[in-house]
Nanobody, 125 residues
C-alpha cells in the first residue's frame, strides 16, 4: 500500500502561483510514476502532469504546458506541482496519484494504483 497526502492548495488570484506537495509513505518503492490530476466542479477528473521515478521524464496536459512544472524529491518521497500564471479555469480539486507505469487514457483511474484525497485550488478572476 502507498499513502498519499496532498497539501498546498488554497485561494489565489488569476496570474498568481501555488506549489502543491504530495507526501508518499508506505511501500513507495513499488511506485514508479507519480502524477497530478484535477477535477473541476461538474467535470470529470483529468490528467495534469506526470513524472518518472528518476525525474528524467515528465509529461503535461496541453492546457498546463509552460505554466506548471512537476518535480520530485525521492529522498523525501515527495512530488511537487509548481503552478504559475494560474487561470480561473485551473480551479479544481487536485489529486496526487502513484503507479507502476505512465498514466494511460483510462478515464477511471488512468492506470494509477494509489490516490490521495485531494487539495482544493481556487483561482479568482
Amino acid at each position: 500500500q502507498v499513502q498519499l497526502v496532498e497539501s498546498g492548495g488554497g485561494l489565489v488570484q488569476a496570474g498568481g502561483s501555488l506549489r502543491l506537495s504530495c507526501a508518499a509513505s508506505g511501500r513507495t518503492f513499488i511506485s514508479n510514476y507519480m502524477g497530478w490530476f484535477r477535477q473541476a466542479p461538474g467535470k470529470e477528473r483529468e490528467f495534469v502532469a506526470a513524472i518518472s521515478w528518476s525525474g528524467s521524464s515528465t509529461y503535461y496536459a496541453d492546457s498546463v504546458k509552460g505554466r506548471f512544472t512537476i518535480s520530485r524529491d525521492n529522498a523525501k518521497n515527495t512530488v511537487y506541482l509548481q503552478m504559475n500564471s494560474l487561470k480561473p479555469e485551473d480551479t479544481a480539486v487536485y489529486y496526487c496519484a502513484a503507479g507502476r507505469s505512465r498514466p494511460n487514457s483510462d478515464p477511471g483511474n488512468y492506470g494509477m494504483s494509489y490516490w490521495g484525497k485531494g487539495t482544493l485550488v481556487t483561482v479568482s478572476s
